[in-house]
């Protein structure tokens, strides 16, 4: 199981992970990358701040994105899907701690 342990990057106790593919999506889609720059100014975050933390982004930033993202696709008509989504669990690691996978979420789908 060592394979799964993260090296953690945030002090959330849980994160999302999403896989490699959707961490690019978040990276490069142009929708995506216009959410997470509104997002960062909301939460006085820069964008680079959330972009530099995938594939991990905390709850709080997840559920915002979601919802605008389901906005979007309502408006738009433009649907979204994500391969998967993992929920990492902080837990004590010696001095530190590490993230270790909670649950793990297929085809998440965006549509109207």
Request: hydrophobic letters at 40%.
């Amino acid at each position: 199981m060592a394979l799964f342990k993260k090296r953690a990057k945030l002090q959330e106790p849980f994160v999302l992970e999403f896989s490699k593919g959707d961490s690019q999506k978040l990276r490069h889609d142009a929708v995506v990358t216009e959410l997470i720059e509104e997002l960062g100014q909301q939460e006085r975050v820069a964008r680079s701040g959330i972009i530099q933390q995938l594939p991990l982004m905390t709850l709080n930033v997840a559920c915002q994105l979601f919802q605008r993202l389901r906005e979007h696709v309502i408006d738009q008509g433009d649907p979204m899907s994500f391969e998967t989504i993992t929920v990492l669990q902080r837990q004590a690691a010696g001095r530190g701690f590490k993230y270790e996978p909670y649950v793990r979420v297929g085809a998440i789908y965006f549509r109207s």
